[in-house]
Structure formats: C-alpha cells, structure tokens
Nanobody, 116 residues
Framework: QVLLVESGGGLVQPGGSLRLSCATS????????MRWYRQAPGKEREFVAV????????DYADSVKGRFTISRDNAKNTVYLQMNSLKPEDTALYYC?????????WGQGTQVTVSS
C-alpha cells in the first residue's frame, strides 16, 4: 500500500520559515516524481511544487517561486518543502502527492498558518 505522511506544519509569523516533510512507503520512491499541493478553506487544491524522481529538476507555482524549495532524499524515501519568506496567503493545508500505478496518492495534509 502507498502511504504518504506529511509533517512539519505549524504557526509562523509573516517572513518566517518552515520545513515540511513527507515520509513515504509502499512504492519505489526513487522511480517517481513527487509534488506538493496546498488547499486553503473554501478554495480548490492548488499545485505548489514538483521534483523529478532523481531530484535533478524542479518546478514551482509562480506564487512561491524564489521562496519555496522542494527537495528529496531517496535514501530516506522522503520529500521536503522548505518555505521561506512566508506570507499570510501561504496559509493552507499542505499535501504531499505522487502519481503511481495510474493513480494519484495524497497524504493527510499538514497545516501551515502564517499570521502575526
């Protein structure tokens, strides 16, 4: 079974930083791209970042470019999202995602709240 478990969310002031982690199991992690999405209350889930299976290429939503960095440790089956210069509009549930075996898999989400 595929399992994605996010952690690292919390309350942070504007301009602060958080590092999210997504621990995975149930598939060959190093063979698959990983993504982060987020969803604020009353809004659609939106793409945040993606990293290729080897970690050699990344891409980001325009809203987070220059502030967020996605990375992965294939030895630990874990993907990370380093979030710097956080803004109130970054407040959301952050979800880890992969596409494997013709299906989308999601974690349970970790809450990030940016507020003074």
């Amino acid at each position: 079974q595929v399992l994605l478990v996010e952690s690292g969310g919390g309350l942070v002031q504007p301009g602060g930083s958080l590092r999210l982690s997504c621990a995975t199991s149930g598939f060959i992690f190093s063979n698959y791209a990983m993504r982060w999405y987020r969803q604020a209350p009353g809004k659609e889930r939106e793409f945040v970042a993606v990293i290729t299976n080897a970690g050699d290429t990344t891409d980001y939503a325009d809203s987070v470019k220059g502030r967020f960095t996605i990375s992965r440790d294939n030895a630990k089956n874990t993907v990370y999202l380093q979030m710097n210069s956080l803004k109130p509009e970054d407040t959301a549930l952050y979800y880890c995602h992969t596409f494997y075996g013709l299906r989308h898999y999601w974690g349970q989400g970790t809450q990030v709240t940016v507020s003074s």
